[in-house]
């Protein structure tokens, strides 16, 4: 059995936005860590951009967070981007079944978000 990644989150910023970059399990409890990267940067009226591909696992409090991001980037005025899973992987099909990559922001590589 393959061992998984602790959960971890990398913060960087990079071309006008934060770049967050979170590792392993997105879950019920790791969530609240994402939550607690995500929402002052958005609160702000900043620029963020969530990097899902180093993911292993993301479930409905994983997803709970992503549309929570989201509906605060609307709010404030600011604005939030994802970057999906590599095609094939779990967190992209878990991505593409629950319907977010059609409301929310998402690209395949940071690169293609590009400022407005």
């Known amino acids: 059995m393959e061992a ?3 959960f971890a989150i990398e913060v960087a910023e990079h071309d006008g936005r934060v770049e967050i970059t979170p590792r392993g399990e997105l879950d019920m409890a790791s969530a609240p860590e994402l ?8 609160e702000g009226g900043g ?4 990097d899902l591909r180093t993911l292993d696992f993301i479930d409905s409090s ?3 967070v992503i549309v929570g991001a989201h509906r605060t980037a609307e709010d404030r005025g ?7 899973g ?4 779990t967190v992209h099909r878990i991505v593409e079944i629950a319907g977010i990559d059609g409301v929310i922001e998402m690209v ?7 400022a407005r």
């Open 108 to 114: 395949d590589d940071p690169a293609e978000a590009t």
């Open 86 to 89: 590599a095609e094939g992987t």
């Open 4 to 6: 998984v990644e602790p």
């Open 78 to 84: 600011g604005r939030f981007t994802c970057v999906r």
């Open 47 to 50: 620029w963020v951009l969530l």
């Open 35 to 42: 939550e607690q990267a995500l929402m002052p940067r958005l």
């Open 62 to 64: 994983g997803l709970r």
